[in-house]
């Protein structure tokens, strides 16, 4: 039988490996200061009572942020929002954790323990060690005499679900009726103009089966006053048109003889769609592998996209030209936790 020995509060203690079991050769142990001073243990609880403050402000920060640091459609504005909640919830959750790893080694017990590893299931006598060993724990760890301690975790605890639950919500916060995303240069009376080479689309000339990238009348260098202006309402506005037989459309609200028009803008997260399958009538994001059925108002048949492309609602005017009857019913791109729908 092995033996092993630490000084651990000024006394000499000797560790007994099991029988039939090496010793385990842990290093000489250091006892830690608050085992023996008072003081250093009483900064250690506040240490603990206030990292758990931490995240009590960390998941009112994101409570308060959602609802006064709103999303207004604009990169900058969302990006503010993001880094609000992103803050508070870092701070909720990493208050606890830091709280509850520094409560364990400030202030439960330091004793070395060695067990040996058993490969098969338990006894019940073992298990009902490890009960008893939780409880032991439990009693350690000081809580019912530690007040302040308590009630930071209580309260910790308690709010933690708010960071986590207000997504969940909806659209508070979040108005999509006003927001950039939801409009784009489309409304009732544009052209569709194909891209690039920017010419009006007369519906006689689309055939069954063909397949037109379009962008709506206007978007272009000459009527936009700079590229970064052009890029960022091409970005929300290009469209893909097809045709099909009539017969084969499963709704046709929006469409005109079988010709439709669907956003390009993947609903999972924004990649361009633009493979179309003629005989499945099916549209295919490249990234991903999202695939909407065209003749079912584009919704999703496979792949991690959560919702249809958005349809652009088309007609024909006096001279034969499509147009939009309106902009998309929906907003395009991919489906954030702000949406309505």
Known sequence: MSTNTHDSHDELVVRHAPEGVSDPGLPPHTP???????????????????????????????????FVVKPEGTVESIQRS??????????????????????????MNDHEKVEERHPQRSSEE??????????????????????????????ALALLPLPIALPLIGNVGADWKVSKFRHTMW????????????????????????????????????????????????????????RLD????????????????????????GCPV?????????????????????????????GPAKRALPQLPISVDDEGYLVATDDFSEPIGPSFWERVK
Not at 84 to 107: D, E, M, P, R
Not at 262 to 269: D, G
Not at 274 to 301: I, M, N, R, W
């Open 32 to 66: 830690r200061l608050g085992d023996s001073d008072p003081k250093a243990a009483k900064r250690s609880e506040r240490i603990v009572a206030g990292l758990f403050g931490l995240s009590v402000i960390g998941s009112i920060l994101v409570v308060v942020s959602f």
């Open 82 to 107: 993001n880094m609000f909640l992103g803050l508070g919830l870092a701070l909720a959750l990493g208050g606890i954790g830091f709280a509850a790893v520094h409560w364990a080694k400030s202030l």
């Open 126 to 155: 073992d298990r009902a060690g490890a009960v008893a060993v939780l409880k032991e724990g439990a009693e350690d760890s000081g809580i019912a005499r530690r007040s302040a301690l308590k009630g930071g975790l209580i309260t």
């Open 187 to 242: 409304k009732r009376g544009t052209r569709l103009m194909t891209d690039p080479t920017y010419r009006p689309i007369r519906a006689a000339d689309v055939t069954i089966g063909s397949v037109v990238h379009v962008i709506p009348e206007g978007l272009n260098h000459e009527d936009l006053d700079h590229d970064q202006k052009f890029m960022d309402e091409k970005a929300k506005a290009v469209v893909l048109l097809v």
């Open 246 to 269: 009539e017969r084969d459309l499963k709704h046709t609200e929006g469409s005109y003889h079988g010709i439709v028009a669907f956003s390009k803008i993947c609903t999972h997260v």
């Open 274 to 302: 633009a493979l179309y399958e003629q005989q499945t009538h099916h549209l295919l994001c490249p990234c991903h592998q999202s695939t909407f059925d065209v003749s079912d108002g584009a919704k999703v048949v496979f």
